[in-house]
Structures are given as C-alpha cells and as structure tokens.
T-cell receptor, first 116, second 111 residues
Framework: DTAVSQTPKYLVTQMGNDKSIKCEQNLGHDTMYWYKQDSKKFLKIMFS???????INETVPNRFSPKSPDKAHLNLHINSLELGDSAVYFCASSHRVVRVAGYEQYFGPGTRLTVT | GDSVTQMEGPVTLSEEACLTI???????????LFWYVQYPGEGLQLLLK?????DKGSNKGFEATYRKETTSFHLEKGSVQVSDSAVYFC??????????FGPGTSLSVIP
C-alpha cells in the first residue's frame, strides 16, 4: 500500500498554462505539506494544512493555491506557470501532535514539473 | 530565526570508509531533530530521529546524538556501502510545528 501518493509523477507544460498536482495519504495523518525542491536539492516548505485548515503559508507567489478537500488530500494548483516554477514538488504528511517519540513526515515520490 | 546548517557536499567515499556529516542548528525552545535520506529519483524518508538532549537515534548502521550544548546532530556511520549513496538532509521541528530542512549533503560511495 502506498502511504503518500502524488499524481502525476512527471508534468511538462508551457509557460502561462494552469496545472494541478494531486496528493493523497492513507496514513490517517492530520497534517499535510507541500515542498518545492530545486535543482540543487534545496527543500523549501510552501504550505501546510492541519485538518483542512491552512497553518503554514510561506512566501509563495499567489499563483500557487493549495486546496484540501479532506484530511487525506492536499492538492496544489498553479496558475500562469513560469520557467522558474520548474522543480520537483513533494507532498508530505504527519501527525501534528508531538508524541513521546516525536513525529516524522512521510513523503510522496515527488512530481517533476518542467515548464518550457 | 530557526535554521539548520549542514556540511557542503558532494562527499565521495570508498566502500567501508567512515562517514560523518556535520549538522548544526539554531532554534528557540527544544526542537526535535531528524535525518532524512533521499535516494535517486525518490522522495525523502526518515533515517533516524531524536527528540531531546542526549538522545541517540540509530538506524541501518547510522547514528546521531542530540547535543544541546553544541547545538549539533552529526550523522555517523562506521562503514559505508555503495547502497548508501544518496542525499542526506538534517532537519528540525520547531515548537510551532514547522519543519526546517538543511540544504542536503550528497554522498557517493564508490566500490
């Protein structure tokens, strides 16, 4: 069973288009995240949702809009795509409440977005 | 603000060599600390973690100790294998639930 899944795995599109990336987790977690990883492997958090509520919203262009229809899903919609949006986007999930052993994030396999 | 610093790579080692990847952090309060590993073409996965000072996390022969006095969480392995080739990320979780990742250290192990 896949814990955190993302679709599509690869996305090639032209500048100016609008695209969406979907994420689903079957771990029963209450918090989901979107990260952007650039070509140098630097990982930057974009958004975080807890129980469908936005809790982290980093400095991200408002062309990026997350949507969480329920606790198990967090989708990322991108309007007017630009060349600089090319990157690998990772979805992740976790429990928000800190347990005795701490908590960790579970990552999806990533979506490689290429804007031409 | 909160931050994580890692030694810059890439690091290239011969099989069975010793590995140390340095990680230091800046954080208010008492963060939890993690090492994640990313194999080529995959997402990140947890390697080990520590939630309080002096805790030692270990997994797959890797170890790291939460050192509050030096604000460090260095990753070590006594004998690396080719299959350990990956990018390693040090990370902390703050008291307000934000996870901050270091820049990653690429490791290549050659036979």
């Amino acid at each position: 069973d896949t814990a955190v899944s993302q679709t599509p795995k690869y996305l090639v599109t032209q500048m100016g288009n609008d695209k969406s990336i979907k994420c689903e987790q079957n771990l029963g977690h209450d918090t989901m995240y979107w990260y952007k990883q650039d070509s140098k492997k630097f990982l930057k958090i974009m958004f975080s949702y807890n129980n469908k509520e936005l809790i982290i919203n980093e400095t991200v262009p408002n062309r990026f809009s997350p949507k969480s229809p329920d606790k198990a899903h967090l989708n990322l919609h991108i309007n007017s795509l630009e060349l600089g949006d090319s990157a690998v986007y990772f979805c992740a999930s976790s429990h928000r409440v800190v347990r005795v052993a701490g908590y960790e994030q579970y990552f999806g396999p990533g979506t490689r977005l290429t804007v031409t | 603000g909160d931050s994580v610093t890692q030694m810059e790579g890439p690091v290239t080692l011969s099989e069975e060599a010793c590995l140390t990847i340095n990680c230091t952090y800046t954080a208010t309060g008492y963060p939890s600390l993690f090492w994640y590993v990313q194999y080529p073409g995959e997402g990140l996965q947890l390697l080990l973690k520590a939630t309080k000072a002096d805790d030692k996390g270990s997994n797959k022969g890797f170890e790291a100790t939460y050192r509050k006095e030096t604000t460090s969480f260095h990753l070590e392995k006594g004998s690396v294998q080719v299959s350990d080739s990956a990018v390693y990320f040090c990370a902390l979780k703050t008291s307000y639930d934000k996870v901050i990742f270091g820049p990653g250290t690429s490791l290549s192990v050659i036979p």
